[in-house]
């Protein structure tokens, strides 16, 4: 479904990406780890072309979004993104963040979008701040929200980068048990994380992300039972 | 007769004065308004194409799009430069002695100085208010699909406008004070009105002093529908 050929990406002198290259087939739960500066949010975030790759390409369902003169806005309505600090729309109620860009977008008309959003809402068990604000909701309840206005476009694949790194402690939860309903029925995700026993229990691949490039990959099982690279074992014995 | 009555009458009554005062006030609020419709526009305008330059990437400038983008940039740039770096009365007189010898009306000559010397600060209050917005609500926008153009209509502007609104009152402030200088082409605003009657009866204090509290409190009502405008942006402030 996503086919990656040897991305590379710079920031100046910094490349932070190295040749990356990887397949990501429909239904699959992808979750990459790395240490912070590895490059594996800056490989997420290429993905949905939020960052413009410095050289190689990527596909989507066939289609070469790198190629000049591709419609970035279109392929980007396939795929969701969930964002580390939650980027909901601050003058917008949460109804109005969820069905803005449906409807801006000519997918939903007002009243089936509104719908669309109540079901959404309800699965998250948040019908009830249709009405509030961003800024008067917790953390875990916002990052719910981002979860839901991504879902609201009815996206192929969604995107997460860090979701629960800004979270209190005690809302990681909430967050995660979304992501994992998500898992379940079906959903394609490719979830940047540093939350280890949702690595191991959701994940179909988990990807070491280290210097640029993916060091290792592998089943969740096999990833952190016999870990081969050696920056993956000094990772691991750090973080587990 | 009291020495106050008799200035008073010698001021304002004899010979209609008043009238002075009163139709300076007309030509000052018309040129403020005209001005802070234009240069709100020109800012409005400017401010975006300085923003929406600066957060392309370099890639993104490549391009006839990019060129088009970067040629704008530069004309915004050398425009605020230029106003920013200029008296308003030097402007004025060169608008109306050098640029526009020929126009008839001096209204006209206000409004085009003001408007554009308007422009070029409420640009700058416009691009500092994008810049301050999260770039965070501008990624959202576009990984949801929407257009840049989409997502600073919807999104940033009205979270930058909310943000702007208290150094926007300032230069409309300082617009309508400024317009004071109008004087100086010969237009009778409500400055020259009050220094007009000081020049006939020789009485500079009742004029000058009446011509400040009409300022004043002009400025007071400015302050007083921005307060309430203020109140009503917060609503999605409340926690």
């Known amino acids: 479904m996503i086919s990656v050929r040897d991305l590379h990406k710079s920031f100046g002198d910094n490349e932070v990406l190295r040749g990356i290259n990887y397949e990501i087939d429909k239904g699959e739960k992808i979750v990459i780890i790395g240490a912070s500066g590895s490059g594996k949010s800056t490989f997420l975030r290429c993905l949905n072309l939020l960052e413009t790759p410095t050289s190689g390409s990527i596909f989507v369902e066939g289609e070469e979004i790198t190629a000049p003169g591709a419609d970035v806005n279109r392929i980007r309505q396939k795929m969701g993104m969930v964002f580390q600090h939650f980027n909901l729309f601050a003058n917008l109620s949460i109804m109005d963040n969820i069905t803005l860009a449906p409807v801006m977008l000519g997918l939903q008309s007002k009243e089936e979008a509104k719908e669309n959003a109540l079901r959404l809402l309800q699965r998250v068990g948040l019908t009830e701040k249709a009405d509030a604000y961003p800024a008067q909701l917790s953390g875990g309840q916002k990052q719910r929200i981002a979860i839901v206005r991504s879902l609201a476009m009815n996206p192929e694949v969604m995107l997460f980068d860090e979701p629960t790194s800004a979270l209190d402690p005690e809302m990681v939860g909430e967050v995660l048990e979304v992501m994992r309903e998500l898992a379940d029925s079906g959903m394609t995700m490719v979830v940047v994380t540093h939350e280890m026993g949702f690595a191991r229990e959701v994940a179909s691949k988990v990807l070491f992300v280290d210097e640029g490039i993916i060091k290792e990959e592998n089943t969740p099982q096999e990833f952190f039972a016999n870990p081969k690279d050696a920056r993956l074992q000094e990772f691991l014995s750090k973080v587990l | ?239």
């Not at chain 2, 020495?3 to 009163?22: C, L």
């Not at chain 2, 109306?96 to 070029?120: D, M, Q």
């Not at chain 2, 300032?170 to 200088?181: A, C, D, H, V």
């Open chain 2, 1 to 239: 007769m009291s020495e106050f009555t008799r200035k008073f009458y010698q001021d304002f009554i004899q010979d209609n004065r008043w009238h002075f005062i009163t139709d300076g006030l007309k030509i000052t609020l018309l040129v403020t308004l005209l001005a802070l419709l234009i240069g709100t526009l020109i800012g409005i305008v400017v401010g975006i194409v300085r923003c929406a330059h600066d957060q392309q990437t370099k890639n993104e400038l490549r391009g006839v799009k990019g060129s088009i983008l970067k040629a704008l940039n530069l004309i915004c740039k050398v425009y605020v430069t230029i106003i920013r770096g200029t008296p308003a009365l030097v402007q004025l007189l060169i608008m109306y002695f050098v640029i526009l010898v020929t126009a008839r009306s001096k209204v006209f000559v206000a409004v085009l100085t003001f408007g554009i010397n308007s422009g070029a600060y409420v640009a700058e209050i416009f691009r500092g208010g994008i810049m301050s917005i999260d770039k965070g609500q501008m990624e959202a926008g576009r990984s949801l699909g929407l257009s840049y153009v989409q997502t600073m209509y919807k999104i940033i502007l009205p979270q930058a406008f909310k943000a702007v609104l208290p150094s926007l009152v300032n230069e409309f402030i300082s617009l309508l004070k400024e317009t004071s200088i109008c004087g100086y082409i010969g237009l009778n605003e409500l400055t020259r009105g009050g220094d007009i009657i000081r020049g006939t009866t020789f009485d500079a204090m009742l004029p000058l002093f009446t011509v400040a509290i009409i300022y004043l409190t002009l400025v007071l009502l400015i302050q007083g529908v921005a307060g309430r405008v203020e109140k009503r942006l917060r609503k999605s402030d409340v926690r």
